[in-house]
């Protein structure tokens, strides 16, 4: 029997029925081992020494590879073909061969493309060894992304309370962000006009634009504002034009070459709205496989690659369906052959496309996202195979009898659509060629303008990013790699670093702060070029040129003392760097003049930036006196108008004036003006200025008394916590979905609410799945098992848990073993010693009949249930039957 190890179970099964029964196909389910999330599992003083960790989901798949691979002739690794996959083939080489499960087995490393008969059947017969130079590069790149953010974040967290962690590439990809803000906020409106006039030659009338005024050659700012545009357009409107020249220059269009990871995500989020994550969710099952006529078959290639060829059959075979869908004019002579641009030749492997071009789109019942995903890789693949477009491109110059004003009309004609009847690359810009067919004129002819305009125009900012652009933008700096694209820019949206809007990202206030601390006290590590640099390294790693522990020991010798100088300053040192670096953010210039960090309250003191225990926020200089603060993103112009210390109007209840105020954590309404007036923040979803005296009295009014619990009269409470509305009862706390909710929840629902809850619980170890069964316990015959919990695997046994040791397989340990640690476990105080089995009930076993062995059972049980003496002599006469 052979053992091939796959990564997920889809591709097991698929694969299990290609090779047959004489191999046996097991998923690791991805990888099966990670750097446990705590300081010290990269250990830079004993030469980078990595301890791994197994997860207890991990850990029962290992071990279920490990009892066949004990008995295999061929243990074949098969994970994806790239740097992430060979790391899956180590990990589980590396845990077999701990576990002692290798033997005599041949080992082999297989690597196929696609998930197709052909394609897996062709691979076997081409094994080869574990590429340690790409185990290697994975190790380096693991090992500093860890050294990074568990060296970086706690000083974030201690110097600048509220952030949440910082990365490798992460920390970069949100620099680019907020830079790109930065120039937009620093952006100057600049006018310009243009002239532009409807002209006819004797034919059809025709555009042109104004190139020349007064004998001078226009450039963009020179008609600056109305007076000028206005007299250049009185110079075409009086002008006695003629046809100076016509040129015409015929032009080819090349298409793009098929996806690679990038290329796809990028065209993915312009023409189809797709997230990075989203595309490739979709791609893994379209490359996994669906099922085709009884038979799951993989739709497309490998989709994390930066490879841009194609194999040969894959070109003949889009010859031919280029020939019979579009005709042989649409074939070019040879089939175009791409070569890839990525330093980075380990991930070089094949590009994305359609594992059989035969399947048209149009032929496949696929669902939403993977229907229109495979149809763009499949056209991609077509459109990079055929013809170019031919095009003719053609200028019209004008020019006055006097020469001092000159038009020209630009326009473009495709005179043989070729790849263009396919597919066209999307573009990030709004930018739209010219691309009208201009009218037949012979050069000389006179020219009459038919109607002149002039027109006021204003240069724009950069746009900011969308995940497409900043993809691109990542991958020209050589900012991470593709593989690694979604996973950054979701963190960064998780971290609340970053928010979407029209999808396009903005830089939060929270990011804009990391990323300053980051450049005034961490420059080198967040400059474009020193990460991409980084990132050379590693694939010199991976292609056997650098060592990869002297790669570490280069990057951690100056990172180690970077950290450990910032470690000595103090948290004002940090916040006055702080806000000189983010002064023009956090306080614009005002309109009157007036000095922008001046306190709107008191007067007298001057704004500054604070940390507080959720976070930043700014605050007075004459703290504890004057108490105001504010949001950063908010100015104090923002604040006065919109929410600040606004009277909403008196409490019936207490005649207290109600106020709408801004906090350092937005806006809140308060009772009264004493020295601890009762105050309560604004939920998700309300805004300042539409609050009323109404809202703000149900806010201070809270918690609410929903009613009584009908099972044991306790008061159910409805409020708004720090995550958000809640109910509560007796201790257990159930989400409400909206805090309008709050407000109109009745009894009925919350008791629901609260009942889904508790049966939900919060995944303690009472309701963990079991991971292994070890048998009855010697003393007193309860289950002894095995359990996943939320900190590792445990051992229980009655009331009493025991922690499975570290570093330890669970589904090696052994009934006896179990025993003892729980035995330790009661020691330490922790569960009930083991009671005793009675004595009477093995020979009441022996003897009796059924019934008598339920009589036996409730015998035992009948001194910890403390049932009425009565009951005593049906358990005696039960036994004795």
Not at 29 to 37: E, N, Q
Not at 610 to 634: D, L, M, V
Not at 797 to 812: E, L
Request: glycine share 8%; aromatic share 6%; charged share 30%.
């Amino acid at each position: 029997m052979n053992l091939v190890v796959v990564e997920s179970p889809a591709k097991a099964k698929t694969i299990n029925k290609y090779l047959g029964s004489d191999y046996k196909v097991l998923a690791s389910y991805g990888h099966v081992r990670d750097l446990p999330a705590k300081d010290g599992s990269v250990k830079p003083d004993e030469d980078f020494l990595m301890l791994w960790d197994v997860d207890a989901k991990s850990a029962k798949r290992l071990s279920e590879i490990a009892d066949f691979a004990k008995s295999a002739d061929k243990i074949i690794l098969a994970t994806d073909p790239d740097r992430e996959g060979e790391a899956i083939s180590w990990h589980v080489l590396e845990v077999l061969q701990k576990k002692k499960a290798v033997k005599g087995a041949i080992v082999q490393r297989v690597v196929f493309n696609a998930i197709t008969k052909s394609a897996v059947t062709e691979a076997m017969k081409h094994p080869r060894d574990i590429d340690m130079e790409l185990v290697e590069a994975y190790l380096a790149r693991r090992a500093l992304d860890y050294l990074v953010g568990f060296t970086l974040s706690p000083v974030l967290w201690r110097k600048l309370p509220g952030s949440r962690s910082a990365g490798r590439v992460q920390s970069v990809s949100l620099r680019l962000v907020v830079d790109r803000e930065i120039e937009i906020e620093r952006f100057k409106n600049q006018e310009y006009w243009t002239v532009e006039a409807d002209v006819s030659a004797g034919g059809d009338p025709f555009l042109a634009r104004m190139v020349k005024h007064d004998g001078k050659r226009l450039t963009k700012f020179d008609l600056g504002d109305e007076a000028t545009a206005t007299a250049a357009k009185a110079a075409v409107d009086g002008a006695t034009l003629t046809i100076a020249s016509v040129e015409k220059k015929p032009a080819r269009r090349s298409p793009a070459p098929p996806f690679t990871t990038s290329t796809l995500q990028q065209e993915a989020a312009r023409k189809l709205g797709f997230s990075t994550q989203r595309t490739m969710q979709a791609a893994q099952k379209l490359y996994e496989g669906i099922d085709i006529g009884g038979e799951t078959v993989g739709l497309i290639t490998y989709m994390r690659t930066d490879g841009v060829q194609s194999a040969p059959e894959a070109l003949d075979e889009a010859r031919e369906v280029i020939a019979g869908v579009y005709g042989k004019d649409y074939v070019p002579e040879a089939a175009r052959i791409y070569k890839t641009k990525a330093k980075n030749a380990q991930e070089a492997h094949e590009a994305i496309r359609p594992t059989s071009l035969a399947r048209n789109p149009g032929s496949l019942r696929l669902e939403s996202d993977l229907g229109r995903l495979y149809e763009l890789i499949w056209k991609r693949m077509i459109a990079s195979q055929m013809e170019a477009a031919r095009i003719e491109r053609t200028t019209i110059e004008l020019d006055s009898a006097d020469g001092k004003t000159g038009l020209r009309a630009t326009g473009q004609v495709i005179l043989f659509d070729g790849y263009l009847a396919v597919y066209e690359e999307g573009r990030d810009d709004d930018a739209d060629e010219e691309s009208g067919r201009l009218p037949q004129v012979n050069e000389g002819a006179a020219a009459k303008v038919i109607a002149a305009r002039a027109d006021q125009h204003f240069t724009e900012p950069p746009p900011r990013y969308s995940e497409a652009s900043l993809v691109k933008k990542m991958e020209e700096l050589g900012i991470g790699r593709p593989s690694t694209y979604a996973s950054v820019l979701t963190v960064l949206r998780d971290r609340e670093y970053v928010r979407m809007d029209k999808n396009r990202f903005i830089p939060e206030d929270k990011g804009r702060l990391v990323t300053a601390f980051l450049e005034q006290f961490f420059n080198r590590y967040v400059q474009y070029d020193f990460t991409a640099a980084l990132e050379e390294k590693l694939d010199l790693v991976s292609a056997g040129e650098l060592n990869w522990k002297a790669l570490l020991r280069e990057f951690w010798q100056d990172f180690h003392a970077a950290v450990g100088e910032i470690a000595e300053l103090r948290v004002t040192h940090v916040l006055d760097a702080l806000n000189e670096a983010l002064g023009p953010h956090i306080f614009p210039q005002k309109e009157d003049g007036s000095d922008p960090r001046a306190c709107p309250t008191c007067g007298a003191g001057q704004l500054s930036l604070k940390t507080g225990k959720f976070g930043a926020f700014i605050g007075c200089s004459n703290y504890p006196e004057c108490r105001y603060t504010r949001p950063i993103a908010q100015s104090a112009d923002d604040a006065e108008g919109e929410s600040g210390d606004r009277e909403l109007g008196v409490d019936p209840e207490t005649g207290e004036i109600v106020f709408l105020k801004s906090g350092r954590f937005g806006p809140y309404v308060q009772l009264g003006d004493g020295e601890k007036p009762k105050r309560s923040s604004l939920p998700k979803g309300w805004s300042a200025p539409a609050m009323d005296l109404e809202k703000g009295l149900r806010l201070l009014r809270l918690p609410r008394e929903v009613g009584a619990h009908p099972e044991d009269g306790i008061m159910i409470t409805a409020g708004i916590g720090r995550f958000g509305p809640f109910v509560l009862h007796n201790g257990t706390y159930a989400n409400l979905p909206t805090a309008d909710e709050v407000f109109e929840v009745g009894l009925n629902r919350a008791v629901t609410l609260l009942a889904e809850k508790r049966a939900g619980g919060r995944g303690g170890r009472g309701e963990s799945a079991a991971l292994k069964d070890l048998g009855a316990h010697p003393v007193d015959g309860q289950p002894v098992k095995v359990l996943a919990g939320r900190y590792g695997p445990y051992i229980k046994h009655g009331s009493t848990n025991a922690n499975v040791p570290k570093g330890s397989d669970p589904q090696d340990l052994t009934l006896e073993e179990a025993v003892k640690l729980i035995a330790e476990r009661v020691e330490k105080g922790g569960g009930k010693k083991p009671a005793k089995k009675a004595k009477v009930a093995p020979k009441a076993k022996a003897a009796a009949k059924p019934k008598a062995e339920a009589g036996a059972t409730a015998a035992v049980k009948k001194p910890a249930a403390k049932k009425p003496a009565a009951k005593k002599p049906a358990a005696k006469k039960a036994i004795k039957a």
